[in-house]
């Protein structure tokens, strides 16, 4: 439980400093049962196109500015970019994601999921793996009540993969 305490921490931390940065105090309609309702299906949405392997797809769900922060990885900046990964991980296997969003929470035209996930990894020719870990996505509203990914960061629960052998350890 303590773990999922420092998550939570985290994302009403993230979420508070972006909020103020946007001016979340300003006269916009409140957040409310209906923006949980399209989060949901953004949410919905994207799991459908990384589970069909569409990465031109799972891109349709992030805005312009968007960001993925991966696990034992470089933050990967702009819609390009992350098809270009979403193509990479599909190639290495990547399928049957299932997420659980735990807390959906916002302010006008941001909000934020806090859950967790679990994928498997079937690369053609390897050994398949399992990961679990857990997330945190931003959300922003965009012009035309249309809700997209902004950030998204998520941490692996396992230990990442142990590099193969040297010529001068194999020896």
């Known amino acids: 439980m303590r773990g999922r305490s420092r998550w939570h921490g ?35 949405g994207f799991v459908a196109a990384y589970n069909a392997k569409d990465a031109e797809k799972a891109v349709s769900y992030f805005s312009g500015a968007a960001t993925l922060m991966p696990p034992n990885s470089s933050a990967v900046h702009g819609p390009e970019s992350i098809k270009g990964y ?27 999921i806090v859950g967790t996930y679990s994928l498997r990894l079937a690369p053609e020719g390897g050994p398949e793996t399992r990961d679990r870990g857990k997330f945190v996505w931003i959300a922003r509203n965009m012009p035309g009540n249309n809700w997209r990914f902004e950030v998204h960061i998520w941490s692996s629960d396992l230990p990442p993969p142990t590099p193969p052998p040297t010529g001068a350890e194999t020896e």
């Open 86 to 112: 979403y193509e990479i991980r599909f190639g290495q296997g990547a399928t049957d994601l299932q997420v659980e969003p735990g807390e959906i929470q916002g302010s006008g035209t941001l909000a934020y």
């Open 10 to 44: 985290l994302a009403v931390a993230v979420a508070a400093a972006l909020l103020a940065a946007c001016g979340g105090g300003s006269t916009e309609r409140p957040f409310g049962r209906e923006d949980v309702a399209a989060i949901r299906q953004l949410v919905e």
